[in-house]
């Protein structure tokens, strides 16, 4: 039983060296581990305030960087758009341009068709008419070749005249 009971020296001598093992931790070692403690929470509080700052940061760059995506969209759009509206534009002229070349072309062709065919009618009305010529002459010499009949032929050509 005496070993459950302490006695009244070896509690004294125990007090005595836990007060002395405290001044000495609380001479030569408690205020560095209070500032290694205090360092380390600096450390670790400016740790988190430094990562919520960079989440802070990366929301605010993910938020531009949808945005600046958003507008490269709209500008591609815009310029796709464009260079539709520019290619339909001068595929439009082309088609003009060609409408016009053509029109101008059958035009130019119907001139010189007309030409030719008024020059065509022409020469057939010449030659017809040197036909009816050599024709008529050939006639009225087999008619007229005694001197009696070409009297008779005059006196009816002058009667016709005076009748008309």
Known sequence: MSLLTPHLGFFVWT???FIIVLL?????AWKPIINM???????ISESLASAERVKSEMAL??????TLLA???????????????TKDKMINEAKEQAKLEANKIISEAQV?????????????????????????????????????AQETHIKGLVDEIKLN
Do not use: H, P
């Open 61 to 66: 760059m993910k938020s531009e960087n949808e």
């Open 15 to 17: 007090f005595v060296a």
């Open 112 to 148: 010189a068709i007309n030409a030719q065919k008024m020059a065509a009618l022409t020469e057939v009305k010449n030659q017809v008419g040197k036909l009816v010529i050599e024709v008529s002459e050939k006639v009225l010499r087999r008619e007229l070749g005694d001197k009696n």
């Open 37 to 43: 403690l205090d360092t380390r929470e600096k450390a």
């Open 24 to 28: 000495l931790l609380k001479k030569f």
């Open 71 to 85: 507008k490269a969209r709209e500008e591609r759009a815009t310029l796709l758009k464009e260079a539709r509206d």
